[in-house]
C-alpha cells in the first residue's frame, strides 16, 4: 500500500486546501494508505518537504494551485521521485491538462491503484533562475502583467480574477519587439505575448496551445502578434476553445530550447507565478517527473 505525503499551500486559501484534501484523506485512509500532511510556510518550504519525502519513498502530493503544483514538480524533476495533485487553486491548469477527476473519490482512487507515468518538465535560465524547472508553460508579455494583477486581486476569483487582470493589462500594453529562438534558429516578432507551452492549459483553463502535450518532448511556442486591441479582446474569448491558433495573427512553432528576449523590460512567468524579467530560456526535460493521472 503506498505512503503519501501531502503537501498544503497555505496561500491558496488554507481551508480550501485543507478540505480538499480531508474529502481524499478519507478514502485512501480507508483504503488502509498511509497519509501524512505538512503545511508549508513558503514555496521553497514546500519544496524542502517534497524533496525529502521523496527520498523516503513516499508519495507526495501537492495540495492547491499550480504554483505549489510547479514548484514541487520542478524540486522533484529529475528525481525517482513520485508526484500526485490535489487540485485546490484558482487555475489548477495542469491538473486539468491530466485530466484529473474532479469528484475526490474518483481522484483518491486514481492515486491509489495508477502506475507512476513519466512527463515533461521545462528547465529555466535566466538572471534570477538558474535550473529551475516548472511543469506548464512559461509566458512573457500581456498575459505575465495580467497574471500579476490576477495573482494580487482580492475580491475577485478563479476565471474572473484572470480576466479582469487581462482587461487591465491590455488597456495599457504597448507592442514588444521580441526575438524568438527555437532551437538555434531565430524570429522576429512584435506583439502581445510570447508562450512556451508544455501544457495546453494556463490562466484558468485557457487554452492557449490545443496541441501541446505533457509527454512529447517537445514546448508549443505560441506568439500573438500586434494586432488592434478589439481584435486581441476576441482572442481573449477564443482562448476557451482554442480557436484563436487558426488567427493569422497567432504564430506557432515547436521546438526543446526557446530563448525569448525582448527590446524593454518584459514579465515573464511560469505556472502562476510572475517574478522576473526577460531574456529567459526555456527547455523541455523529456520524461523528467513521474507522476500519477
Same mark, same amino acid.
Do not use: C, K
Given at each position: 500500500?503506498?505512503q503519501?505525503?501531502a503537501? %498544503?499551500?497555505?496561500?491558496?486559501g488554507s481551508?480550501g486546501?485543507?478540505?480538499?484534501?480531508?474529502?481524499?484523506?478519507? #478514502?485512501?485512509?480507508?483504503?488502509?494508505?498511509?497519509?501524512?500532511t505538512?503545511?508549508s510556510? &513558503?514555496?521553497?518550504?514546500?519544496?524542502?518537504?517534497a524533496?525529502? *519525502?521523496?527520498e523516503?519513498?513516499?508519495v507526495?502530493l501537492a !495540495?492547491? /494551485? @499550480?504554483?505549489?503544483?510547479? $514548484?514541487?514538480?520542478?524540486?522533484? &524533476?529529475?528525481t525517482? &521521485? %513520485?508526484? /500526485?495533485?490535489?487540485?485546490?487553486g484558482? $487555475?489548477?491548469?495542469?491538473?486539468?491538462a491530466?485530466d484529473?477527476p474532479a469528484d475526490? @473519490?474518483?481522484?483518491?482512487?486514481?492515486?491509489? =491503484?495508477? =502506475?507512476?507515468?513519466?512527463?515533461?518538465?521545462? =528547465?529555466?535560465?535566466?538572471?534570477?533562475?538558474?535550473g529551475t *524547472? +516548472?511543469? /506548464?508553460? !512559461?509566458?512573457?508579455g500581456?498575459?505575465?502583467?495580467?497574471n500579476?494583477?490576477?495573482?494580487?486581486?482580492?475580491l475577485?476569483r478563479?476565471?474572473?480574477s484572470?480576466y479582469?487582470?487581462?482587461l487591465?493589462?491590455v488597456?495599457?500594453?504597448?507592442p #514588444?519587439?521580441y526575438? +524568438?529562438?527555437v532551437? $538555434?534558429?531565430?524570429?522576429a516578432?512584435?506583439?502581445y505575448?510570447? #508562450?512556451a507551452?508544455?501544457?495546453?492549459?494556463?490562466?484558468? /483553463?485557457?487554452?492557449?496551445?490545443p496541441?501541446?502535450?505533457?509527454?512529447d518532448g517537445?514546448?508549443?511556442?505560441?506568439?500573438?502578434?500586434?494586432a488592434p486591441?478589439?481584435?486581441?479582446?476576441?482572442?481573449?474569448?477564443?482562448?476557451a476553445?482554442g480557436?484563436?491558433?487558426?488567427?493569422?495573427? !497567432?504564430?506557432?512553432?515547436r $521546438?526543446?530550447?526557446?530563448?525569448?528576449?525582448?527590446?524593454?523590460e %518584459?514579465?515573464y512567468?511560469?505556472d502562476?507565478?510572475?517574478?522576473? %524579467?526577460?531574456? #529567459?530560456?526555456?527547455k !523541455?526535460?523529456?520524461?523528467?517527473?513521474?507522476?500519477?493521472?
Open positions: 500500500m503506498r503519501f505525503t503537501v %498544503v499551500n497555505p496561500t491558496a481551508a486546501a485543507a478540505a480538499a484534501l480531508l474529502r481524499v484523506a478519507r #478514502v485512501l485512509r480507508e483504503a488502509g494508505a498511509e497519509l501524512e505538512e503545511y510556510r &513558503s514555496l521553497a518550504h514546500a519544496q524542502d518537504i524533496r525529502r *519525502a521523496g523516503r519513498g513516499r507526495v !495540495v492547491g /494551485g @499550480d504554483g505549489i503544483a510547479g $514548484g514541487i514538480g520542478g524540486a522533484l &524533476s529529475g525517482d &521521485s %513520485v508526484l /500526485g495533485l490535489v487540485p485546490a484558482r $487555475g489548477n491548469d495542469f491538473a486539468r491530466l484529473l475526490p @473519490d474518483a481522484l483518491a482512487r486514481l492515486l491509489l =491503484e495508477r =502506475e507512476p507515468r513519466a512527463v515533461d518538465t521545462i =528547465e529555466l535560465r535566466s538572471a534570477v533562475h538558474a *524547472a +516548472v511543469l /506548464g508553460s !512559461v509566458y512573457a500581456v498575459d505575465a502583467l495580467a500579476r494583477h490576477a495573482n494580487h486581486a482580492r475577485l478563479g476565471a474572473a484572470y479582469a487582470g487581462g487591465r493589462a488597456t495599457t500594453w504597448r #514588444v519587439n526575438l +524568438v529562438t532551437d $538555434g534558429r531565430p524570429h516578432h512584435r506583439g505575448t510570447v #508562450v507551452a508544455n501544457s495546453p492549459y494556463y490562466g484558468s /483553463g485557457r487554452m492557449i496551445a496541441a501541446a502535450r505533457v509527454d517537445l514546448l508549443e511556442v505560441v506568439m500573438i502578434r500586434a486591441r478589439r481584435l486581441f479582446f476576441t482572442l481573449m474569448n477564443e482562448l476553445s480557436a484563436h491558433v487558426e488567427r493569422p495573427e !497567432v504564430h506557432i512553432l $521546438g526543446r530550447e526557446i530563448r525569448i528576449e525582448a527590446d524593454r %518584459v514579465p512567468g511560469a502562476g507565478e510572475v517574478e522576473a %524579467v526577460l531574456p #529567459v530560456t526555456a !523541455v526535460l523529456p520524461g523528467a517527473l513521474r507522476m500519477l493521472y
